[in-house]
Nanobody, 115 residues
């Protein structure tokens, strides 16, 4: 069984920063992809950033230059450093692991950007 535990969400003012973390545990293969999705009220869930075990990275255009995804393979942990946050970044952020043909999801952590 695979479990994902997220942390690091919260309330921040526009222009501020937050760092999300997601630790995966269980039967995890060395070749996998981890990432972050987000879903705002009334909108579809969208991919924010992903990183595979070879450190290949993808970002949605709206966060390029502001967000940085990274991972620690030894700890099976993925991070999302979010800088220059905007009100439109407000959403529930979900950690995702694609492992051995199966997608796993974290419980979600709320990020609210507001003055």
């Amino acid at each position: 069984q695979v479990r994902l535990v997220e942390s690091g969400g919260g309330l921040v003012q526009p222009g501020g920063s937050l760092r999300l973390s997601c630790a995966a545990s269980g039967s995890i293969f060395s070749i996998n992809t981890m990432g972050w999705y987000r879903q705002a009220p009334g909108k579809q869930r969208e991919l924010v950033a992903s990183i595979n075990s070879a450190y290949r990275i993808n970002y949605v255009d709206s966060v390029k230059g502001r967000f940085t995804i990274s991972r620690d393979n030894a700890k099976n942990t993925v991070y999302l450093q979010m800088n220059s946050l905007r009100p439109e970044d407000t959403a529930a952020y979900y950690c995702n692991l694609y492992n051995s043909g199966i997608y796993y999801w974290g419980q979600g952590t709320q990020v609210t950007v507001s003055s």
